[in-house]
T-cell receptor, first 113, second 115 residues
Framework: DQQVKQNSPSLSVQEGRISILNCDYT??????FLWYKKYPAEGPTFLIS?????DKNEDGRFTVFLNKSAKHLSLHIVPSQPGDSAVYFC????????????FGTGTRLQVTL | NAGVMQNPRHLVRRRGQEARLRCSPM?????VYWYRQLPEEGLKFMVY????????ESGMPKERFSAEFPKEGPSILRIQQVVRGDSAAYFC?????????????FGPGTRLTVL
């Protein structure tokens, strides 16, 4: 039972353009969402998070949008840079579950020159 | 300020042997999480520990797997009598407090290969 889904296994974007990574969830108890970036042979690195009381959170080039009614969130990267090439994981947690994270399967982003 | 440290980075075991994976959380962090990533999959939660306590082990296989976080020293994930299906990357994460919605900081992982 995949409670957090990232339906696009890969995405290729030109440098300078916008990258949009999508994530859907099924568990209505999730109320906190995070995006992690992962390079090969390294652990995930936290990027940005959003609480369910908000619908948008912005940090520099990264913006996360949350649509609770659709159980959908997206990560926008503007402008995309070659160093952004990595695997991006969406994760979610629910209050009262000791903050354990449920991860999606990841989207591999390739930013081309 | 060192990040989360895991060792060994790579571990090779034959079927039936034991695997011990170590995790030292970031300084000041008293909450440790273990996750497992199978090939081509996302990370799956295994266990959440505080010092000397297992808080949530709902993601741990019922047999052969155990975890501890003693008062002194690193957290240990122990896998007894390993099988080929245990081959995966095991990540440890730490956070300063539970339920505070703090991000979890991940270590580089231990890649376990079972021959």
């Amino acid at each position: 039972d995949q409670q957090v889904k990232q339906n696009s296994p890969s995405l290729s974007v030109q440098e300078g353009r916008i990258s949009i990574l999508n994530c859907d969830y099924t568990n209505s108890m999730f109320d906190y969402f995070l995006w992690y970036k992962k390079y090969p042979a390294e652990g995930p690195t936290f990027l940005i998070s959003i609480s369910s009381i908000k619908d948008k959170n912005e940090d520099g080039r990264f913006t996360v949008f949350l649509n609770k009614s659709a159980k959908h969130l997206s990560l926008h990267i503007v402008p995309s840079q070659p160093g952004d090439s990595a695997v991006y994981f969406c994760a979610a947690s629910a209050t009262g579950t000791a903050s354990k994270l449920t991860f999606g399967t990841g989207t591999r982003l390739q930013v081309t020159l | 300020n060192a990040g989360v440290m895991q060792n060994p980075r790579h571990l090779v075991r034959r079927r039936g042997q034991e695997a011990r994976l170590r995790c030292s959380p970031m300084k000041g962090h008293s909450h440790v999480y273990w996750y497992r990533q199978l090939p081509e999959e996302g990370l799956k939660f295994m266990v959440y520990l505080q010092k000397e306590n297992i808080i949530d082990e709902s993601g741990m296989p019922k047999e052969r797997f155990s975890a501890e976080f003693p008062k002194e020293g690193p957290s240990i994930l122990r896998i007894q009598q390993v099988v080929r299906g245990d081959s995966a990357a095991y990540f440890c994460a730490s956070s300063p407090r539970q339920g505070g919605r703090d991000e979890q900081f991940f270590g580089p992982g231990t890649r376990l290969t079972v021959l």
